[in-house]
């Protein structure tokens, strides 16, 4: 990699700037996921009518129509200077039925992949993306250890049909919040509320990902394997409370390091992070467990999903990672809002963040924004707007944002002008 140039901010030669995706959030119609029986079941449209809410904001539906425009988005992610992009493969579609493989929707993939090829762009593929074949989850899913060998099946199966075309494997998106999120907040499917589920899924999932690894390597030998680790920046709440800053460190060891504990660190490539925002932690009153502490009320500056926007924690996480000396790529960082001067903002000063790692001596070599589209925010439905492209819900029709020039800019010169950084300090 090439010296840092200090003058401006510039990133090393070579550097990979994309976009990511996810199949079940933009492709639309993946009608045998979890997912999709999960949004239109009684017990989700039950909760949605007590929450007043409407049900259709939260059904994927057609989602971006990804599956059909991908030539189109991949058209735009080529206009905007991009030369890297990150997808996921939807398992519920290439296996619908178990051991049974749908050899057209492979083939989809293959053209997919090879549209980017053609385009220059290198691939990033995602095996697994929080949604399941609604067949593994009548199996009972990721609590079953069998899920385990399912699992390596495909991902065998994928790399003999389109390792080819792949550059690097990601073989789990945060393993860490589906666990929380649908093994102890309940949140998502299957809606379970049990620690010790939890821990039993996480375990699967880095038994999962350790055995991945080894089939991949053994079948695309070069092509480099990990995950998407969902990397959070923890604070004391109170500076001078040991307990409040013993919970950051056990939040900190349980959300962003155990996995590469469980799962083994030479069995990861590269280090892979989705970084997103900061959490103050406080210890709950007459309770030894730890209590987030509420941003929104406190003026903070938050997006739409009520995170802390602190672009330092991106920093925090890389530099937290620096010994490891392994080739870092940052696998999504977006921001949900509305307002897109918010975002443009958000990302100038997250790339500053990331400079400042490099030169700090980590081996970050790309940066992919979450996400090209406005997409399906899984529980969340369509009101969230993390895309650098509008896309609307009735004609699919893509507009891009001031931010996507903006990162277009940042991309084509490899770097970031002062000017551009004034006029963020000035947003
Ligand atoms: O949309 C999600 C994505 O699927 C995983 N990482 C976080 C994003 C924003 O919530």
């Not at 385990?148 to 550059?167: H, P, W």
């Not at 992070?273 to 406190?298: C, H, M, P, T, W």
């Not at 999903?305 to 999504?332: N, Q, T």
């Amino acid at each position: 990699m090439d010296q840092i140039n200090e003058e401006i901010i510039s990133f090393p030669h070579g550097f990979l700037w994309g976009t990511a995706t996810a199949a079940h959030q933009v492709e639309g119609d993946n009608i045998h996921s979890d997912w999709w029986s999960w949004e239109r079941s009684a017990r989700r449209a039950q909760a949605l009518k007590q929450e007043g809410k409407n049900a259709e904001d939260f059904i994927s539906g057609h989602a971006c129509d990804h599956y059909h425009r991908f030539e189109e988005d991949f058209d735009l992610v080529k206009r905007g200077g991009q030369n890297a992009h990150r997808l996921s493969l939807e398992w519920s579609r290439v296996e619908p039925e178990e051991g049974v493989w749908d050899e057209k929707e492979i083939e989809h993939y293959r053209e997919v992949l090879e549209m980017l090829k053609q385009r220059g762009i290198k691939t990033f593929v995602t095996l697994w993306h929080f949604t399941n074949p609604q067949w593994l989850s009548a199996r009972g899913g990721w609590l079953k250890g069998s899920t385990v060998n399912y699992f390596v099946r495909y991902c065998e199966k994928m790399a003999r049909t389109l390792g080819d075309l792949v550059d690097v494997w990601v073989t789990l998106n945060e393993p860490g919040a589906y666990v929380h999120l649908s093994y102890h907040w309940g949140w998502w499917p299957p809606q379970k509320r049990s620690r010790a589920q939890m821990c039993l899924v996480l375990m699967y999932l880095a038994c999962a990902h350790r055995r991945a690894w080894k089939t991949l390597k053994s079948v695309t030998r070069g092509t480099p394997v990990g995950i998407a680790q969902n990397v959070i920046s923890y604070a004391a709440y109170r500076k001078h409370h040991l307990w409040d800053h013993l919970l950051v460190w056990m939040m900190d060891v349980s959300t962003n390091h155990l996995f590469y504990w469980l799962s083994g660190m030479k069995r990861h490539d590269y280090l892979g992070f989705n970084y997103y925002f900061r959490v103050r932690l406080k210890r709950r009153r007459g309770s030894i467990f730890a209590e987030q502490d509420s941003v929104k009320d406190q003026g903070r500056e938050v997006s739409a999903m009520g995170w802390e926007l602190y672009p330092h924690g991106i920093f925090d996480s890389l530099m937290d990672f620096a010994d490891i000396k392994k080739p870092v790529y940052i696998l999504e960082n977006g921001i949900a809002t509305d307002d897109d001067t918010q975002r443009q903002k958000f990302i100038i000063e997250h790339l500053r963040e990331v400079y400042h790692a490099i030169k700090g001596g980590v081996d970050v070599r790309g940066y992919f924004h979450w996400s090209l589209l406005d997409n399906f925010e899984w529980h969340e439905g369509w009101r969230p707007k993390f895309g650098l492209v509008a896309v609307d819900r009735e004609t699919f029709k893509r507009t891009p944002k001031e931010s996507f020039y903006l990162f277009k800019k940042i991309a084509e010169e490899n770097s970031i002008t002062n000017d551009e950084v004034q006029s963020s300090n000035a947003k």
